[in-house]
């Protein structure tokens, strides 16, 4: 093999740096920084970065319970919750999905396999009850479904305490949380899960406000549904603007 | 020395008075064939799952969403890890000439490894985890994961300096990229802020937490499941077919091009989200860019076994060897096409993703493991295997396995795509209930359940076939290659 004992050229200087494994070992370090910082250290300027959309505010405490809950379970593994702007997905799902929509998920929770519906929007699509059934059985709402039942959230309770930890930590993380919405967090929890409870006693069923169901209906039906508010605000506002005008 | 590892490095224990560790290469080989039949049952259990859905159980800890981290976390890190430390362990110490350099080390990080891998085990199904795929482990395992790869990170430099060979083999160098790339990788990606002792959050949010993850998750791929198999490969194909690697600048090539392109290809995971434009166009040029050097790396593997083809014929491992090599080709010819805009907008969310994933992780990766614990369990143990005829058995059983799982991806692939966004005349959505579409999908799960099935039992015939030949009394030695 004429080329196996290399005289000159890149080969040979090649063969010098394989007898310093040392600086191969920086060489090969450095090449991979450079791809990881030229992407990543952009994201976080607000020029070259995720776009910020007034308007989207950070999840309630019972909201963010439920969105612990829709982690903790892995209901990303086959929901994705990111509208492609192609014609065909904003018609079955609607107002496709813009980056400041995201600003307070902690994790993101975009998905990469979509083998039941996109849920970017599902808020307020179908009424409590639906979600109540469905997560109980859901062939009983949707004949033929894959998904699996998920009973035990209708037994289980979630833990204030837990939650208020929760918010602590996102609160370090960068999420506007106030000290005061921390503290008086229970009494928020309280309030929106018995609106929950309520709107289901009308559909005729009974249930416990403490229950991890009431917690993950809560964050379903919020999804996306401030997105779409501040997209049509923002619409609204651009609308207004004469053109050539600077705003 | 002669630029190859199949004709220089002699394969016994004893070269200028060395004396290996080779039981820590052992332990290595029977950890990872352990955990690739868990990982592979988990796998046809979901597989199952998404065929006939009371396979769910009923129970929080067998459900899909919470198994199915499971399966990737046992297949990538319990049995790609173990096979990857196996080979490292042993072709190191041969290739640079010494011992490892500490064995205390190397025992901290087998037991330490597998501790973490049972910990993934209880915590994953128990609903424990940080959500993000591939980094699903919850903080304080993130943190022993750290102080593990330290561990082994210094043993390895440790190893390195210690070396009574001057220059780095091809091999080393992808070891290399391997241990420092992961690190960095891991450490960045696992950046959260605890709540309580099994929650925590992401320090990054909503896109910038995407990219973070992408960029770990795609690199997990390249820097996990690519180039320290390419090190095994440019280990073992030389050493198992005798003869030397085709090229040795094309080994330069390769090595620089791939690491410094894979970090890159991250967002191609994003194409058509809300990702800022420039990183989606990055992305998606460096993805496609990639196809060279990894083209470059599956022909200097492939053009090494000429003059051996003849064997390959009879030689159930130099089978593996070619077949893995072939969809390290292929799945390296799809992810650039996947990556084009065009095409990711079919393919994204769908089963061909899947198809994909599978093609690589089941022919590249599992191929060249099987090839690997077949010769090494021979070499290592000093004993002809039990069954001398099962490895041939089990490569067909594989590769007819590989063959309709992919297959069956691809065809579900396409069909949910083309049907989600297909039209009526009146310009509605001709499928408006997704429901329709995912009962469309059934027979393609079947289908890919009978190739799971194979590629299981073959997995369990070479597990019962490496037991029993370590577990027979070592009288039997005399046939040693
Ligand atoms: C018996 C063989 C196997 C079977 C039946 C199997 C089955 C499955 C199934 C059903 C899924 C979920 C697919 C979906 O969500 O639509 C999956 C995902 C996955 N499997 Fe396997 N698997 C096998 C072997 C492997 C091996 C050996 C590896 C890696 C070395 C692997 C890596 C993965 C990965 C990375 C994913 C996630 C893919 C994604 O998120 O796009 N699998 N597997
Ligand atoms: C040149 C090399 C490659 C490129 C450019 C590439 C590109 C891609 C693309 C575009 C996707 C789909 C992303 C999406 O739409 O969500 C993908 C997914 C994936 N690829 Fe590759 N691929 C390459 C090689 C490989 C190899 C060799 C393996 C495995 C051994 C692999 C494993 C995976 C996995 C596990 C996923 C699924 C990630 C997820 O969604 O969870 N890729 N790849």
């Known amino acids: 093999m004429s080329d196996q004992t290399p005289q000159s050229g890149y080969a040979a200087a090649h063969r010098t740096l394989e007898g310093k494994s ?226 | ?199 925590s959050y992401p320090v990054y949010a909503g896109l910038t937490d995407a990219l973070v993850q992408w960029w770990y998750g795609h690199n997990a791929v390249g820097f996990f499941l690519t180039t320290p198999f390419l090190g095994l490969m440019y280990y073992y194909l030389p050493r198992i077919s005798g003869r030397p690697v085709f090229s040795y600048r094309l080994s330069i090539i390769h090595f620089w091009a791939l690491v410094f392109l894979y970090i890159w290809a991250g967002p191609h995971h994003l194409l058509y989200s809300a990702l800022p434009e420039w990183a989606q166009t990055l992305g998606m040029i460096f993805s496609v860019m990639l196809i060279a050097p990894s083209w470059g790396g599956m022909l200097n593997g492939l053009l090494t076994l000429r003059g051996a083809w003849d064997r390959v014929r009879t030689d159930p491992i130099l089978k593996f060897l070619v077949v893995a090599v072939s969809f390290y080709g292929m799945s390296t010819f799809e992810g650039p096409m996947m990556s084009i805009r065009a095409v990711n907008l079919l393919s994204h969310y769908t089963n061909w993703t899947i198809g994909h994933v599978h093609s690589g992780a089941l022919g590249w990766n599992g191929m060249i493991s099987f090839a690997m614990i077949y010769w090494l369990v021979p070499e290592l143990w000093k004993r002809p295997l039990a069954h001398p005829t099962w490895p041939t058995a089990h490569f067909w059983l594989a590769t007819i396995g590989i063959v309709l799982y992919t297959v069956s991806m691809w065809a579900a692939g396409l069909t949910e795509g083309l049907m989600w966004r297909a039209f009526d005349d009146s310009g509605l959505l001709k499928y408006p209930n997704f429901v329709d579409i995912v009962n469309q999908l059934h027979p393609f799960y079947w289908l890919r359940l009978v190739g799971g099935l194979m590629f299981l039992t073959g997995a369990i015939m070479m597990a019962i076939n490496v037991f029993q030949t370590i577990s027979r009394p070592s009288s039997s030695t005399a046939a040693a290659a």
């Open chain 1, 22 to 247: 040392a600086l191969f070992a920086v060489l090969t370090t450095v090449v991979i920084l450079i791809g990881g910082i030229v992407e990543i250290i952009p994201m976080f300027s607000a020029t070259a970065g995720p776009e910020h959309l007034a308007g989207v505010t950070p999840y309630t405490p019972l909201e963010q319970a439920g969105r612990d809950i829709y982690t903790s379970e892995g209901c990303y593994v086959c929901h994705s919750q990111m509208i492609r702007p192609t014609r065909a997905e904003v018609l079955r799902y609607g107002e496709w999905t813009r980056a400041g929509e995201y600003e307070y998920d902690h994790p993101f929770q975009l998905g990469s396999r979509r083998m039941g519906p996109d849920l970017q929007r599902v808020g307020g699509k179908y009424p409590d009850a639906w979600h109540f059934e469905h997560m109980r059985d859901p062939r009983s709402t949707s004949p033929g479904s894959v998904m699996p039942p998920y009973t035990w959230l209708h037994e289980g309770t979630y833990d204030v305490a837990d939650i208020q930890a929760s918010l602590r930590a996102l609160q370090k993380v960068g999420v506007p949380y106030t000290d005061e919405e921390i503290a008086n967090a229970p009494q928020a929890i309280q309030a929106q899960a018995q609106e929950i409870t309520a709107r289901l006693a009308q559909a005729g069923i009974t249930t416990q406000p403490d229950r991890k169901i009431v917690a993950l209906i809560a964050y379903l039906q919020r999804l996306g549904k401030d997105g779409k508010a501040a997209i049509a605000a923002q619409q609204a506002a651009q609308a207004a603007v004469p053109p050539g005008a600077t705003p």
């Open chain 2, 1 to 199: 020395m002669q630029y190859t590892a199949g004709t220089s490095v002699a394969g016994a224990a004893r070269v200028e008075g060395v004396k290996y560790d080779e039981d820590i290469v052992k332990m290595f080989l029977i950890a990872s064939v352990t955990w690739a039949v868990v990982g592979l049952l988990v796998g046809v259990i979901i597989a199952l799952q998404l065929a006939w859905w009371p396979a769910n159980l009923g129970l929080p800890w067998t459900t899909f969403g919470r198994l199915r981290p499971l399966h990737t976390n046992a297949v990538i890190f319990a049995f790609g890890g173990n096979i990857v430390f196996t080979g490292m362990y042993h072709s190191m110490q041969r290739l640079l000439k010494t011992r490892m350099w500490s064995d205390t080390l190397s025992r901290i990080h087998f037991w330490g490894w597998q501790l973490i891998i049972v910990s993934a085990a209880v915590t994953l199904p128990l609903g424990l985890t940080q959500a993000k795929e591939y980094a699903e482990l919850i903080w304080p395992i993130d943190i022993a994961i750290t102080l593990i790869w330290v561990v082994m990170a210094v043993n390895f430099f440790g190893t390195l300096a210690i070396r009574k060979v001057e220059h780095l083999y091809v091999a080393i160098w992808f070891y290399m990229s391997f241990v420092l790339v992961i690190a960095v990788l891991h450490i960045t990606n696992s950046m959260a802020m605890p709540a309580t002792l099994t929650r």
